[in-house]
């Protein structure tokens, strides 16, 4: 049975750092391309990163260039997600998700992930 288990997430001050983790049990981990997606109440949920099973290549939404990175590590069967200069509207519960196929793929759609942890909540104050 495949689980993800998010962890790291918490209060933190507009301006600063967070890293989120994400461990992977019950599937080849190398094999699934690997992404963060957050949601807040009213919203969609939205695609924050995506990392290739190599972890050779990622992507990011807009939003987040250049403030957050997205890193894995097969050995360990872990993501991260390193987030800093952090904005009150980076609010939201992280979730990680595994994806059907080690490679990316766009448009970056929830249907292209079959598994999913149960999120860890991130707050911003301003």
């Known amino acids: 049975q495949v689980q993800l288990v998010e962890s790291g997430g918490g209060l933190v001050q507009a301006g600063g750092s967070l890293r989120l983790s994400c461990a992977a049990f019950?599937?080849?981990?190398?094999?699934?391309?690997m992404a963060w997606f957050r949601q807040t109440p009213g919203k969609e949920r939205e695609y924050i990163a995506l990392?290739?099973?190599?972890?050779?290549?990622?992507m990011y939404t807009k939003s987040v260039q250049s403030r957050f990175v997205i890193s894995r590590d097969n050995a360990r069967n872990a993501v991260y997600l390193q987030m800093s200069s952090l904005k009150p509207e980076d609010t939201g519960v992280y979730s990680c998700?595994?994806?059907?196929?080690?490679?990316?793929?766009?448009?970056?759609?929830?249907?292209?992930?079959?598994?999913w942890g149960q999120g860890t909540q991130v707050t911003v104050s301003s």
């Open positions: 990392i290739t099973g190599s972890g050779d290549s990622s």
């Open positions: 019950g599937l080849t981990f190398s094999d699934h391309a």
């Open positions: 998700a595994a994806a059907a196929s080690p490679l990316l793929a766009v448009p970056v759609t929830t249907s292209l992930f079959p598994y």
